[in-house]
């Protein structure tokens, strides 16, 4: 089943995909003429070719993938203008105090407030805290905030802002393209939604997750986290899959084509082009960890 998959992972063209990744980079509000190149670009590329190869393999036709893709190359870009300084002062401020990071976080320690309000609760309970970290507490320290507890709201307004560049490039955006960038924060947004949709959002954040773990670079500059490796990759994957996050189906899927050497080039890649003997040895293992 994999020979149908291309060796690139990608069922866009090179030339839609650097349109795409564009719009990553965000003219920066205070300091006119510059812009803030997209942080999660590599992050968000590597993450959409696991993902199309994922689909594929359980079996979504070609134009779904085609579109699956493309919503999986800007599943960040709500994060487009993250400003690394300032939005990790606050979030490693915010992780050391116990402060919820998520929206569905926010909404079990602070079930008052209003759903889709997590920003503007957390910026009235922490402003003077801020101020006191020296933050200055601005629109542009509050959009930081918005990058992660309004995370929907941010990309939305994104995307509507370049849905019609999409249009002219012949890609349509679909509701369902938003729906599955947004289950990794808003899982019940897609309590509705027809079964292939939702896993499409599953792959995504099964192969974003182990992206994420594999790319030392961005979780210690995200984190203060240094220690990222394959083996907690996949222990993660699995407490999402007893939360009910992820599916049996998926994760089987993702430690299969894993197992088979279907990223390394890719998981390499996110750890500067090396993966060490012992990376290697778990990988492999995975193939016979799997039923599927
Ligand atoms: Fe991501």
Redesign the pocket.
């Known amino acids: 089943m994999t020979s149908s998959i291309p060796t690139s992972l990608l069922w866009l063209s090179e030339s839609t995909v650097s349109t795409l990744l564009q719009y990553y980079d965000y003219p920066h509000p205070e300091n006119p003429g510059e812009i803030i190149e997209g942080y999660?670009k590599h992050?968000?590329l590597r993450?959409a070719k696991m993902c199309a190869a994922v689909a594929k393999h359980l079996g979504h036709d070609d134009e779904r993938i085609r579109q699956y893709q493309t919503a999986c190359v800007l599943?960040?870009m709500g994060r487009a203008g993250l400003d690394q300084d300032l939005f990790g002062k606050i979030w490693t401020w915010a992780r050391t105090e116990g402060i919820p990071t998520r929206p569905a976080e926010w909404r079990d320690v602070h079930p008052e407030t209003t759903y889709g309000n997590e920003t503007e609760a957390f910026w009235t309970l922490y402003l003077d805290q801020l101020q006191e970290l020296g933050i200055k507490t601005e629109a542009w320290a509050k959009e930081q905030v918005e990058m992660r507890l309004g995370y929907a709201r941010r990309l939305s307004r994104l995307i509507k802002q370049v849905e019609p560049k999409l249009e002219q490039d012949g890609i349509q955006w679909f509701d369902w393209m938003e729906l599955v960038t947004l289950y990794y924060y808003y899982p019940e947004k897609l309590d509705a939604a027809p079964e292939w949709v939702h896993e499409l959002g599953e792959i995504l954040v099964a192969c974003?997750q182990l992206?994420?773990y594999s790319n030392r670079e961005r979780g210690s500059d995200y984190y203060n986290r240094s220690d990222e490796n394959f083996i907690d990759a996949f222990k993660y994957l699995e407490s999402l899959k007893d939360k009910g996050q992820l599916s049996d189906k998926v994760l089987s899927a993702v430690r299969l084509l894993t197992g088979q050497g279907l990223f390394d080039t890719i998981l390499a890649e996110a750890r500067d082009g090396q993966l060490s003997d012992k990376d290697l040895d778990y990988l492999r293992s995975l193939e016979s960890q799997t039923s599927a």
Request: aromatic share 0%; proline share 0%; glycine share 0%.
């Open positions: 999660d992050h968000a993450t599943h960040d974003e992206e994420a």
